[in-house]
T-cell receptor, first 113, second 114 residues
Framework: KAGVTQTPRYLIKTRGQQVTLSCSPI?????VSWYQQTPGQGLQFLFE???????NKGNFPGRFSGRQFSNSRSEMNVSTLELGDSALYLC????????????FGPGTRLTVL | AQTVTQSQPEMSVQEAETVTLSCTYD???????LFWYKQPPSRQMILVIR??????QNATENRFSVNFQKAAKSFSLKISDSQLGDAAMYFC???????????FGQGTRLTINP
């Protein structure tokens, strides 16, 4: 079974632009979570989705948004990019909303210039 | 609020020896899960081991085992017979029942010396 896939793997943008990152969960998984990883702040939770509904959101500004589609694929969008948004963005999927283990994708490395 | 603390930014061990990585956590919830994830230079986050808080028995996965001390809110990872491929960043994480959100510690960079 294929793992979690994230596209693109690398992205370079300039300040003020917007970006959309995509995450395809493991087949059959219905829950998707997003995390931001930076050297200074470590791993921070962004949002989690189940059955197209956002169930929880981390402490990030409104410039960060996301959604989940009926096939469980998820996208996150960052508008008006800032230098501090440069990070590795990780997506994780799990089977449902219970105690299932989350499996991570390879991440998208975003660089904001 | 949940917090996870890893007090060892770096650890090193000789190949074939045993090493223990420390983790403490705090939560007001009674039902939660604890995890150790490994992140090699490829940056792919890989699950090493998980522990359900309601289980008294410590989890084991081959060379990896945990020492779960619920009262002390301690969750350490023991790696036996260390191999070069074990070199990575190791993250301790917690998750409460009813949510998918993982709260991570700061990580411990493990180096294996041949």
């Amino acid at each position: 079974k294929a793992g979690v896939t994230q596209t693109p793997r690398y992205l370079i943008k300039t300040r003020g632009q917007q970006v959309t990152l995509s995450c395809s969960p493991i087949s059959g998984h219905r829950s998707v979570s997003w995390y931001q990883q930076t050297p200074g702040q470590g791993l921070q939770f962004l949002f989690e989705y189940f059955s197209e509904t956002q169930r929880n959101k981390g402490n990030f500004p409104g410039r960060f948004s996301g959604r989940q589609f009926s096939n469980s694929r998820s996208e996150m969008n960052v508008s008006t990019l800032e230098l501090g948004d440069s990070a590795l963005y990780l997506c994780a999927s799990s089977l449902g909303w219970g105690p299932d283990t989350q499996y991570f994708g390879p991440g998208t490395r975003l660089t904001v210039l | 609020a949940q917090t996870v603390t890893q007090s060892q930014p770096e650890m090193s061990v000789q190949e074939a020896e045993t090493v223990t990585l420390s983790c403490t956590y705090d939560t007001s919830e009674s039902d939660y899960y604890l995890f150790w994830y490994k992140q090699p230079p490829s940056r792919q986050m890989i699950l090493v081991i998980r522990q359900e808080a309601y289980k008294q028995q410590n989890a084991t996965e081959n060379r990896f085992s945990v020492n779960f001390q619920k009262a002390a809110k301690s969750f350490s990872l023991k790696i036996s017979d260390s191999q070069l491929g074990d070199a990575a960043m190791y993250f301790c994480a917690s998750r409460i029942q009813g949510a998918q959100k993982l709260v991570f510690g700061q990580g411990t960079r493990l180096t294996i010396n041949p």
